[in-house]
């Protein structure tokens, strides 16, 4: 089934960097014998999926698309790897990504490019640009990305499918490469919200080994689904309909917007009045933490190392120098910059402050409202090299969805209709750990 398919549209997609095929079979091959043995089985047994590179599986090559990586093989899996072992997905491989998950087109990949199974000359969007075109084109039932700014919701959106960017430390980052630790978060890309909610089940949860993980009580998502959303208040922050933005998307919005209102829920317009100082915030704390997360590539302990240094320190120079794309390297500039000394206080300082106005924001926005809706993103998928000269109209594409991660707070997005045979995303942000609010209304739109 799955695996025929990936075998036969992959070569055009490129959505999986290693195809798991042997395991696969053997773990499917167990699933059929605890049938018919009558076992009881897991709540995602049999359930074929795969798993962005950037999360870590024993055993099974994780290059978080980097030649740094290229040759990596983790000695133990990711909390989430090892939490749908235990339900009983079935793991098909592992995805394309942009690399160490910086980027918003796939393109950044280390080894190729993913295409858009909407149109195979545009990008799928990124960084989880693999993760979601595999769901997209039916080579896997679902698969889990990361988000740091991002990279779950806006290639979602490109590509027609549904993904969530959990509130942060609700699903445990162990194993997973960090990119920006504060603000990184592993979420599902599935079909379908009822799918989501299904594997956010499996995969949320404390764990002992991330400090961050929060202990609660952990809610059946599945039972959000169906309940009522009359009277559901749904705030619209104009900011996000701002500049840059497509007047066709706009229409797609404006449309869910009464839908919404014809099932009963009470939408307002609302305001984010800080929401312009999001992107530069983010620029300067993600790559101020992308900077120190990326100093242990040195070759001394992993990963790839230059064959013919002449001292130690031309051996971390040219394995850095090597291992690393482009825009790994501008990063970890921008983010070093941004943390020396002389420059802290302008810079990383100044973005803290400012990344504390937007949480405000939104605790004011959550007081009033329910749920927040915008576009994921300004415009559909754009065509393969049109941004990607340019990293400025590149981060561009982020815009609705950078600020989420700064608050931390959990937002879904999903189908919203079409511009031009091309997907449009809708993005419900909700307050912290309301997981099952933007679930229920995501449910009821579809
Ligand atoms: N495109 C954003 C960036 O490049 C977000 C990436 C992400 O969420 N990992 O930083």
Redesign the pocket.
């Known amino acids: 089934g799955f695996l025929a398919r990936i075998e036969s549209v992959d070569p055009e997609i490129k959505a999986f960097i290693t195809v798991t095929k042997k395991t696969a079979l053997e773990q499917a091959k167990a699933v059929d014998e605890k049938l018919a043995r009558g076992e009881k089985l897991g709540a995602l047994e049999g359930i074929p999926m795969a798993l962005k590179d950037n999360l870590c599986t024993e055993g099974i090559r994780t290059t978080c698309s980097s030649k740094i990586l290229d040759n990596f093989i983790p000695p133990y899996n990711a909390t989430v790897t090892d939490k749908l072992k235990d339900a009983g997905a079935v793991l098909l491989g592992k995805l394309n990504m942009?690399e160490f998950?910086?980027?918003?087109s796939t393109e950044n990949s280390g080894f190729f490019a993913t295409r858009n199974p909407w149109d195979l000359e545009r990008v799928p969007g990124?960084?989880?640009g693999g993760s979601v075109a595999a769901v997209a084109a039916d080579q896997a039932v679902f698969t889990l990305g990361?988000?740091?700014?991002?990279?779950?919701r806006?290639p979602a959106a490109f590509c027609g499918v549904v993904g969530l960017k959990p509130t942060y430390g609700l699903v445990s980052r162990y194993g997973l490469i960090a990119?920006?630790s504060s603000?990184?978060q592993i979420g599902p890309v599935t079909k379908t919200v009822a799918d989501n909610a299904w594997v956010l089940n499996a995969i949320a949860g404390h764990d002992a080994k991330d400090s961050t993980s929060v202990s609660l009580a952990k809610p059946d998502y599945t039972r959000s689904l169906t309940e009522d959303i009359r009277g559901l208040r749904i705030g619209v922050p104009q900011e996000y309909f701002g500049q840059g933005m497509d007047p066709q998307v706009e229409t797609v919005l404006r449309e869910a917007i009464r839908t919404y209102e014809s099932l009963g829920a009470i939408v307002e317009e609302c305001s984010l009045p800080h929401t312009e100082y999001a992107m530069p915030a983010?620029?300067l704390i993600?790559t101020a933490e992308a900077s120190s997360n990326l100093a242990r590539y040195d070759g001394v302990r992993y990963g790839h190392r230059t064959e013919s240094p002449e001292d130690i320190l031309s051996m971390f120079c040219k394995t850095r120098a090597e291992g690393f794309g482009s825009e790994v390297k501008r990063r970890i500039m921008l983010g070093t910059y941004a943390l020396s000394a002389g420059y802290y206080d302008a810079y990383y300082l100044k973005a803290q402050k400012a990344r504390t106005l937007i949480v405000r924001d939104f605790d004011q926005a959550f007081e009033k409202y329910d749920v927040l809706l915008s576009p994921t993103t300004p415009t559909t998928a754009f065509r393969i090299g049109e941004k990607s000269s340019d990293p400025l109209t590149?981060?561009l594409?982020?815009v609705c969805?950078?600020p989420i991660?700064l608050a931390g707070i959990p937002a879904l997005s999903m189908p919203a209709g079409f511009v031009d045979g091309l997907p449009v995303g809708m993005q419900l942000m909700g307050k912290h750990f309301a997981e099952g609010t933007l679930y229920k209304a995501g449910y009821a739109f579809e």
């Open positions: 942009d998950a910086m980027g918003s990124g960084s989880s990361s988000d740091t700014g991002g990279s779950i806006q990119y920006a603000l990184d983010y620029y993600a590149m981060y594409s982020d969805t950078v991660n």
